[in-house]
């Protein structure tokens, strides 16, 4: 029996976790906290920790995490921005999914540019009212446009191919571009300049906060739409804000913010909204917030409960080889021994 502190656990989450740990006999203990210093004593007694987008598991964390016995970290999420791998090096495995569902969170990156374009947002919610005028509804074409993707993994690469079936001009900026995929590949520069909607699909890194700040968005069209699905730290939100006021952006598509952490996944409903610039971005009629949902598809649920057992069987009950496993040096063949060894340290 493996027991494994799933934090942050959501109904939405339980059905596919129990589906495939109770056939091989993994205990999770679900628990609503996110885990982070407060909550980590949850933790003891369980030889491994389950954690989302959201959760932290910084040094001090993983110190406690290693303190009461855990042998794993494992991140039902493809980003680890939120673990400090350096510090878990050596002490604690870390594993990831690396990929559950790229259509889930492309498909809903055009699920938000089409509301956003041709205002689906506002005529549902006038036609609900009997309102049935047009006044205001304008869109523009897809067709003929040029879509700026930044990042062309797994993700930007589905969004690439959907674009190209509206017949958009794709450009496309990544720092390793992929060789014969037939992409054109430009500058950041010349990508900020030249496109009309510009969608986000790579990892949040030191390189990459704020990519999108206010000397990028100055590089822009007028009334270039914004879609960001990937991390909220890649837009310096209250540049965007700005780049809003200023009528220079015309619109943005947010499935994720920087400071999500403490209000995403929640029902907040009934209480005051303390982050200004959220509701501001929010009171915004151009702006469209979803509360990081590009994930959220039945499909996308099942890989990830499924790949999340798969690892967590590998790292304990067979050599403890993952081939999920992350750590700082991955990337680096002469340093990260996992391709050698099959574990990182
Ligand atoms: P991936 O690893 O397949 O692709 C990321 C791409 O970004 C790679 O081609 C990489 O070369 C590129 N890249 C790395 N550093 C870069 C830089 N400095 N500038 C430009 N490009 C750079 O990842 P995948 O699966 O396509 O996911 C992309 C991102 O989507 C993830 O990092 C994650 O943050 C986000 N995501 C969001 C979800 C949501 O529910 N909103 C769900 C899943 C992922």
């Given amino acids: 029996m493996i027991r494994v502190a799933f934090f942050d656990a959501k109904a939405y989450d339980k059905p596919s976790f129990e589906l495939y740990g109770g056939e091989h006999g993994i205990r999770f203990k679900y628990l609503e906290a996110k885990l982070n210093e407060d909550t980590v004593d949850f933790a003891k007694g369980c030889e491994a920790v389950c954690v989302f987008v959201n959760d932290t598991v910084n040094a001090a964390v993983i110190e ?7 042998r794993l970290i494992a991140l039902r999420s493809a980003g680890y921005n939120n673990v400090d791998l350096q510090a ?6 870390v594993v990831h999914v690396p990929a559950y569902s790229p259509y889930a969170v492309a498909e809903h990156a055009i699920a938000l540019l089409l509301t956003s374009v041709r205002r689906i947002h506002k005529a549902y919610n006038r036609t609900r009212e009997f309102n049935f005028s047009l006044n205001g509804l304008t869109g523009f074409d897809f067709h003929g446009k040029t879509v700026g993707v930044v990042g062309t993994g797994k993700i930007g690469r589905i969004f690439i191919d959907i674009c190209r079936g509206f017949g958009m001009n794709v450009i496309a ?9 037939g992409i054109h590949y430009v500058s950041l520069d010349e990508l900020l300049e030249q496109s009309d909607i510009i969608s986000l699909h790579c990892p949040l890194t030191d390189e990459t ?3 999108i700040d206010a000397g990028a968005i100055a590089k822009m069209k007028k009334g270039v739409v914004i879609v960001n699905t990937s991390r909220g730290g890649l837009i310096d939100a209250e540049a965007l804000l700005e780049g809003i006021k200023a009528r220079k952006v ?4 947010l499935d994720v913010y920087e400071e999500e952490a403490d ?4 029902d907040r ?14 009171s915004m009629p151009n702006v469209i917030v979803t509360s990081h949902q590009a994930f959220l598809t039945e499909e996308a649920l099942n890989n990830i409960a499924e790949t999340t057992v798969n690892n967590i069987l590998s790292c304990f009950e067979k050599d403890g080889a993952c081939d999920n496993e992350l750590c700082y040096r991955c990337g680096n063949i002469e340093q990260c021994k996992k391709q050698r060894r099959g574990k990182c340290f």
């Fill in 173 to 181: 900026y990544d720092l390793f571009p992929a060789r014969d995929s």
């Fill in 209 to 211: 906060r704020h990519m």
């Fill in 250 to 253: 015309g619109a943005a598509c």
């Fill in 88 to 93: 878990a090096f050596g002490k604690i495995h």
């Fill in 263 to 266: 209000v995403f996944f929640e």
């Fill in 269 to 282: 409903s009934g209480h005051i909204l303390n982050d200004d610039l959220l509701s501001r971005l929010i």
């Fill in 64 to 70: 406690k995490l290693y303190e009461y016995g855990i």
